[in-house]
């Protein structure tokens, strides 16, 4: 028997088993839990760590194997909205352990808990080793809890671009790229050596204004005087204990201890309910019946010329995908209105093209709510501005309206390694893509005229989108990206708000009322693990986090990663680098 066939034969033995295993397991358990109950006098304990995505896909596989899900943002908001009408749920335990999420991400968690707190439900906060967004999440409690010996690093902020031309040169490569924008600064990581002043001042003026509301948020909820925290951050660290003595947190005590002192205090014995059992207690358990229908369409990710298979999927968002799935939900007469969740650095200007054709059609049918979480620049913004509206936090990223287009020329790396390619032409420039060399002087013309059409179509359609001219959008575009209160500032922007704002947007502008809820009908489906190990051998991301440890990677090399083979020399590219 080859050993081909013995591949085939074990694969099946395993997934028998597994398939054994999983049945046994979910069935078992479905019989002795039921339906999630919540006893009355419950706290939802939140306990946030790591990247909490946008979204993510409930897999029954990976849970009945003893798994928790994985957490998201879709997930997150709607626990904290459902624990604010639960009668049921009297109070909040945030758990912040190491979060690697954006700011305007960051902002609209805050933000969710600042509203259920509204329903004059309390939250707690427990801190054991906080940074600066741990701790500025953790502010919004009306008491924060830390772990005697733990430890408190509220630093500032730092943006650390990286630049790889030296790297590059050692080993032979030359980057061979071409940008129309004097804040194009996406190719710079491989073409430069050091930051341009037009990147310096971006960043500046970035950090300024996260600076700037980070110390004002704390001021205010700490009660304390901007100057002092000032001297707190520039002194960077405390001990729990020393943050108590600085009136940074209120109190400290073991987390045991402190959920004993919750469960005892009062009356009435308090019980506590993770938010991986509470996200299975339905809107409809709390008696909110949904008569209408807005769709929700995530595009997160880079952005690549591809079907509808790939999307949603791998941190990809692919052209034909997320066209079918606006055209889709325009179609469907049960979808009253379409939001747009976007958080995508841009990518292919083909495949970003596709994509705002298709909101524009369905802006035809039924009002388009962009929504954007930490970053909708380039591409991103690209796909977003034909929108009915626009909404955007303060911290997040919008703009970049530029382009790029290059290669990598690798004849020196040849020449290292003893390698020799010759080329034969037909055609003067039929080499222009070759990876052999650099461009030629009338190549490099020909790729800058290539691209300059595009920027010149960019701002076009960002001046019809936005109904200002184009002189106007050429002045804020040039590639510079801005925060979300800029962009408002600016006309890139409608509303400062968060998912739920572009929510209520929609339902006025579809004629449902603000008090009425929705059903969200949300696109793409995303395939589980297991229908994904059965498409394609084995998913990528499992294998990257496999080889290295993935999320520690910084996230703008992480978003584009899974695009680069989807890319072509010479394809001009909507596309931010982003460095927050």
């Known amino acids: 028997m080859r050993l081909k066939e013995w591949h085939k034969i074990a694969l099946i033995i395993i997934l028998s088993l597994a398939g054994a295993y999983f049945f046994l397991r979910f069935f078992t358990r479905g019989i002795s839990e039921g339906a999630p109950q919540v006893v009355e006098n419950s706290i939802l304990e939140l306990t946030l760590s790591g990247e909490i995505a946008e979204r ?28 604010k009408i639960d009668e049921k749920i009297t109070g909040i335990i945030l758990r912040p352990l190491g979060m690697a999420m954006g700011w305007a991400k960051t902002e609209e968690l805050r933000d969710a808990l600042a509203d259920f707190k509204s329903s004059g439900k309390p939250i707690y906060a427990y801190l054991e080793v906080a940074g600066n967004k741990e701790y500025y ?48 600064n996406a190719p710079d990581m491989v073409t430069r050596e050091d930051m341009s002043e037009a990147q310096r001042e971006v960043i500046n003026s970035v950090l300024d204004q996260y600076y700037a509301r980070f ?121 009253k209105a379409i939001i747009l969740r976007i958080d995508s650095p841009g990518g292919s200007g083909t495949a970003s093209d596709v994509i705002w054709r298709e909101v524009v059609e369905a802006r035809k049918q039924k009002p388009v709510i962009v929504s954007i979480s930490d970053v909708a620049a380039s591409g991103g913004y690209y796909i977003s501005m034909a929108a009915d509206t626009i909404v955007a936090h303060p911290n997040s990223i919008v703009g970049s309206i530029g382009v790029f287009a290059g290669k990598f020329a690798m004849k020196k790396l040849y020449d290292k390694i003893g390698m020799n390619k010759e080329v034969i032409l037909r055609g003067k420039n039929a080499d222009i893509f070759s990876e052999t060399r650099k461009f030629t002087p009338e190549q490099r013309e020909l790729m800058y005229q290539a691209i300059l059409e595009f920027y010149r179509d960019f701002i076009g359609k960002v001046a019809e989108g936005r109904d200002m001219s184009a002189e106007a959008v050429d002045a804020i575009g040039q590639g510079r990206v801005w925060t979300g209160e800029q962009g408002l500032q600016n006309g890139l922007v409608d509303v400062l708000g968060d998912f739920d704002t572009a929510v209520k947007i929609a339902k006025r502008m579809s004629g449902i009322p603000e008090d009425e809820p929705v059903r969200l009908a949300v696109y793409p489906k995303l395939k589980t693990f297991l229908e994904r190990l059965f498409e394609t051998g084995f998913p990528s991301d499992r294998v990257l986090e496999t080889l290295f440890d993935w999320k520690q990677i910084p996230p703008a090399f992480r978003s584009i990663v899974p695009a680069i083979p989807y890319f072509r020399a010479g394809e001009p590219l909507y596309l931010y680098m982003y460095a927050f």
Do not use: C
């Open 137 to 184: 999440l953790a502010t919004v409690a009306d008491s924060i809890v830390g772990l005697g010996s733990g430890m408190l690093f509220i630093n500032g902020l730092a943006s650390e671009p990286v630049f790889l031309k030296e790297t590059l040169d050692k080993i032979g490569v030359e980057a061979d790229f071409v940008a129309i924008g004097k804040y194009k």
């Open 56 to 83: 993510t896909v409930d897999d029954p596989v990976i849970e009945a194997m003893g798994e928790p899900a994985e957490l998201s943002m879709q997930t997150l908001l709607q626990v904290i909205r459902k624990a």
């Open 215 to 335: 110390i004002s948020t704390l001021a205010a909820a700490r009660n304390l005087d901007e100057a002092a925290v000032r001297g707190h951050i520039d002194r960077g660290y405390f001990s729990l204990n020393e943050a108590r003595a600085n009136g940074l947190i209120d109190t400290v005590m073991y987390y045991n201890e402190f959920k004993e002192w919750l469960k005892e205090r009062g009356e009435q014995k308090s019980y506590l309910v993770s938010w991986n059992r509470y996200k299975d207690v339905s809107f409809s358990q709390l008696g909110l019946a949904a008569k209408h229908t807005v769709a929700v369409v995530y595009g997160v990710g880079t952005i690549v010329i591809g079907g509808e298979n790939q999307f949603g999927q791998d941190g990809l968002i692919t052209s034909e995908g997320m066209a079918n799935s606006i055209r889709k939900a325009a179609e469907d007469k049960s979808v």
